[in-house]
């Protein structure tokens, strides 16, 4: 995992834990956890989070992006950013 991804990670973990998880604080969620099937986010928090990664990273996910292979895990989503900035930067 580079500095970056796991920046991001945990960026996406206070914001998921702060939101989402509030609670149940004891509540423990790997990097590869999927957010839906634990029952972390519902469609609704997958909203927030999309909203969250734009105002945080500055990236904006197309619809076509909205998916659980891009926003599915903590670590998903910190690759997903990562793949958004380098191409903002490449252009």
């Known amino acids: 995992m580079t500095t970056a991804e796991s920046e991001i990670i945990e960026r996406v973990r206070a ?12 509540f ?6 999927h957010l839906l099937e634990r029952g972390v986010v519902d ?34 989503i910190a690759r997903f950013v990562m793949n958004k900035q380098g191409a903002l930067a490449r252009v």
Not at 15 to 26: G, H, I, K, S, T
Request: glycine fraction near 6%; include cysteine; charged fraction near 25%.
């Open 28 to 33: 423990e969620l790997s990097v590869d956890d």
């Open 15 to 26: 914001f998921v834990a702060e939101n989402f998880l509030y609670m149940r604080p004891d």
């Open 43 to 76: 469609s609704l928090g997958v909203v927030e989070v999309l909203a969250f990664i734009e105002n945080e990273f500055g990236v904006c996910a197309a619809e076509e992006e909205i998916s659980e292979a891009n926003l599915g895990t903590l670590r998903a």
